[in-house]
């Protein structure tokens, strides 16, 4: 860890007068999600730009916000572990007589967000008042479109980008965007001198290949699923389940099912969660499954356990890093555990006009978004200069030898979201002329507590019950900032 908030550190100091300026006028960003819209606020601001397009393939911003009733796995591939899956195609429902495009959204009914929404919302624009400490999904999202409100006039909506390339001419280096109009299927192509990937990392799942599971799922179609295509628990009532996965939707799901689900419900797990509240009545905590076995359709544990008669299993074991519209010249995925080649978790190493947004997990992603945002701005307006190509790729390779080169590579566990959203903010601080563009978010000690403790904030408030509904601050929980420093405070000298 140390190193890696070394390697944050040094090349912060490392990043004025390295890198030839940039000759960026016209950008473009793809996706409409959150980190989509800081990013065209904060290119806004910048006030250095002739054109920003948004390229959004739904009919609303929010991205994976938008929820969608329906949960159609169109490869229905089990197991699931190629990051190269093809472009999404979008369902088609009727809706007042015509037929809509939808992409499915990892969305679930009664999704909560697992982020008290002081800590989640943007740096501009606070949460209404009342709302809900853990904000629904619909509250969510109609904050996204208040957030959208003075840049949807840039948004192209229903449009698909279905390739991205480099090109270069008299020197120049430029970026060939070729999108679909998903309505109409005309398919239009515009040159950029700089483009932002803002389209999220929750499009392909990952289903593990256990042994026997292939044959399992032939032998009992339907009955292995992935949480992206999981709605309702109700689908799941009187039969016996195992939820594989224990990060934050695979225990919300878990909890879910397993009001409703034949007792226990079964959760597998390879190490303990922090936001797990252990065995239940209604939950059994399972080691990881190790074969599936045809046989009394059973599956077999990790420590030599064999269940029969299992029902579903709904693995809630995350996704790839993908991106189909993107030049494979570019050797951005391998096995898609991470994204590779990129510079502080934002910059393409070898072309930095290209930017990733929200790459990192285990954060909290609107501020970060904002933060990304910021430098990407600056850099592309020359107000901040990259260190050379050489210190780029060292970065990333100190990185990889401190962290590896695998999902940890973008795993940012408080404290390292903290600090890095602190690093970027001073980082854009150095930015000259000052007195331009629009500052990030900075994290103080109250922020930092909170983050802290936020695991803690959400047991205590699915501990409520009916009553958490009814909590809008940590506060009403018994979490107190001020208390804690009174009773913290060093004692006058």
Not at 302 to 307: F, K, P, Q
């Amino acid at each position: 860890m140390f190193a890696f908030l070394r390697a944050l550190s040094d090349g912060l100091r490392g990043t004025m007068s390295k890198s030839a300026g940039f000759d960026v006028k016209k950008i473009a960003i793809v996706g409409a999600g959150p980190s989509g819209l800081a990013a065209a606020k904060y290119l806004l601001a910048e006030e250095a730009f002739d054109k920003i397009d948004i390229f959004e393939q739904r009919s609303n911003v929010g991205g994976v916000w938008n929820y969608t009733a329906e949960a159609n796995d169109q490869l229905r591939q089990v197991p699931r572990t190629d990051p190269h899956e093809p472009l999404e195609r979008p369902l088609w429902r009727e809706c007042n007589g015509e037929k809509e495009p939808i992409f499915v959204s990892p969305m679930y009914n009664a999704l909560e967000t697992n982020i008290p929404q002081t800590l989640m919302q943007f740096s501009d624009l606070d949460f209404p008042q009342g709302t809900q400490l853990f904000p629904p999904r619909e509250v969510v999202l109609m904050y996204l479109e208040k957030y959208a409100e003075d840049i949807r006039h840039l948004i192209r909506f229903y449009t698909q980008v279905v390739d991205v390339r480099s090109q270069t001419n008299g020197g120049h280096l430029s970026w060939l965007v070729k999108t679909q109009n998903i309505l109409t299927s005309i398919i239009e192509e515009s040159t950029y001198d700089a483009v932002v990937i803002a389209s999220g990392h929750y499009n392909v799942p990952y289903i593990p290949d256990i042994p026997g599971v292939q044959a399992w799922d032939r032998i009992y179609p339907g009955s292995v699923t992935h949480s992206k295509f999981y709605r309702s628990p109700d689908d799941f009532k009187d039969k016996k389940v195992i939820v594989v996965g224990n990060s934050a939707s695979g225990v919300d799901i878990g909890n879910q099912i397993g009001e409703v689900c034949k007792h226990p419900l079964l959760q597998s797990q390879r190490q303990e969660s922090y936001l797990d509240n252990g065995q239940s009545s209604h939950k059994t905590v399972v080691p990881e499954i190790v074969r599936f076995l045809e046989a009394d359709r059973a599956v077999q544990f990790s420590d030599g356990r064999a269940e029969k008669d299992v029902d579903a299993v709904v693995f809630c074991t995350g996704y790839f890093y993908s991106y189909p519209f993107l030049s494979k010249d570019l050797d951005l995925v391998s096995d898609g555990r991470r994204t590779q080649h990129v510079y502080k978790q934002i910059f393409h190493n070898i072309h930095p006009t290209l930017a990733f947004l929200a790459l990192p997990q285990k954060i909290i992603p609107f501020p970060i978004a904002e933060c990304q945002a910021a430098i990407v701005a600056r850099i592309w307006s020359n107000r901040l200069q990259l260190p050379s190509n050489e210190e780029r790729d060292q970065w990333e390779e100190s990185v990889v030898h401190e962290r590896g080169s695998g999902t940890n590579f973008h795993n940012l566990i408080y404290p390292l979201d903290a600090d890095y959203i602190n690093e970027l903010h001073d980082w854009s601080l150095q930015a000259e002329p000052k007195g331009k563009g629009k500052t990030p978010p900075y994290w103080g000690e109250k922020e930092r507590w909170v983050r802290g403790r936020f695991p803690a904030i959400k047991k205590a408030f699915a501990h409520m019950g009916v009553g958490k509904h009814e909590v809008r601050s940590i506060e009403d929980l018994g979490f107190d900032f001020e208390e804690w420093m009174h009773q913290n405070r060093p004692p006058a000298a």
